[in-house]
């Protein structure tokens, strides 16, 4: 009965999952992917919902600012468009040629006998295709996606912007105003805690004995409140919220050798364990 508590108790693992982000934290950010994403839906503001090329940039940085994500900025302020053609255009038009198997990534994940997840504010296609170009197929238990948590993607009816009364956030973000309240979104995504508590319930993740792994600061930040221990993924610098940084996604072993040392102390008591119930019946 004694060695039963023991083993139960050495058996206990600090963590059970690996909650990863995709974009700039499994690959790493020089690929140019990202810079490849923000023109395209610069273009996308421009070319499907008429937006002044000029403007672009700053209204960007506004959505950005506030709602987390251009797209659930866009649909926030009031324009209407369809989920699938916006992620069609943004992510369909990518270089993912640029994308090499990552045989280094793989093993380490795989060496790991803890459930491992992706949630991403992307499209189903889009992880997809970054995991099948990284050589990461097989290496998840679930990929949580944009359609996971927005599972209605098409509206009901189009509706033409120009005679849709749009919320000028730029005129806001220059003279912010108590008494205006800023509408809201109906996008699901991070860096929401909604959006992680909905992760939480539909993967059964315990954020206490989770790692997450994000290259944004903003999701990092609501992580660590929701719960989870946090690692940032593209810097060694720390910050608020911020429990460990790393530089690239392959250093994860030097950063969390425990993570082995669990699994090492587990197979060690196995063995123990083996021995003993063989001595016991010799």
């Known amino acids: 009965m004694a060695y039963e508590e023991h083993f139960q108790q050495t058996s206990e693992a600090k963590y059970d999952c ?50 987390g994500t251009t797209m659930a900025g866009l649909k926030a302020v009031g324009y209407d468009f369809d989920y699938d053609d916006f992620h069609r255009f943004v992510h369909g038009r990518l270089p993912y040629s640029t994308l090499k198997p990552d045989p280094i990534l793989r093993n380490i994940i795989l060496s790991l006998p803890i459930r491992k997840v992706v949630f991403t504010n992307a499209d189903k296609a889009h992880a997809a295709k970054i995991i099948a170009r990284l050589g990461l197929e097989g290496c998840f238990e679930k990929i949580i996606s944009f359609e996971t948590l927005n ?3 098409k509206t009901e009816s189009p509706v033409d912007t120009k005679t849709r009364e749009i919320f000028d956030i730029i005129s806001y973000m220059a003279n912010p105003d108590s008494s205006i309240e800023l509408p809201k979104t109906s996008v699901v995504c991070k860096p929401s805690e909604g959006a992680f508590e909905q992760v939480f319930k539909m993967a059964n993740i ?77």
């Not at 990202?34 to 959505?63: F, H, P, R, T, W």
């Not at 989870?228 to 940084?245: F, K």
Request: hydrophobic fraction near 40%; charge should be negative.
């Open 18 to 67: 690996l909650l990863f982000d995709i974009d700039d934290t499994l690959y790493p950010l020089s690929s140019g992917l990202a810079m490849e994403v923000k023109k395209n839906i610069q273009e996308y503001m421009v070319q499907k919902l008429g937006i002044e090329e000029d403007k672009v940039q700053e209204l960007c940085l506004s959505l950005y600012k506030i709602y």
């Open 151 to 153: 599972p209605i993607t």
């Open 206 to 282: 315990n954020p206490k004995k989770t790692l997450f792994f994000d290259d944004s600061i903003r999701n990092i930040q609501t992580g660590k409140r929701v719960g989870l221990h946090t690692v940032w993924v593209g810097t060694s610098h720390r910050e608020e919220g911020v429990d460990i940084a790393l530089e690239h996604i392959h250093n994860i072993r030097e950063a969390l050798p425990q993570l082995w040392d669990a699994v090492d102390d587990k197979a060690k008591e196995i063995r123990t364990r083996q021995k003993v119930a063989i001595e016991t019946i010799a």
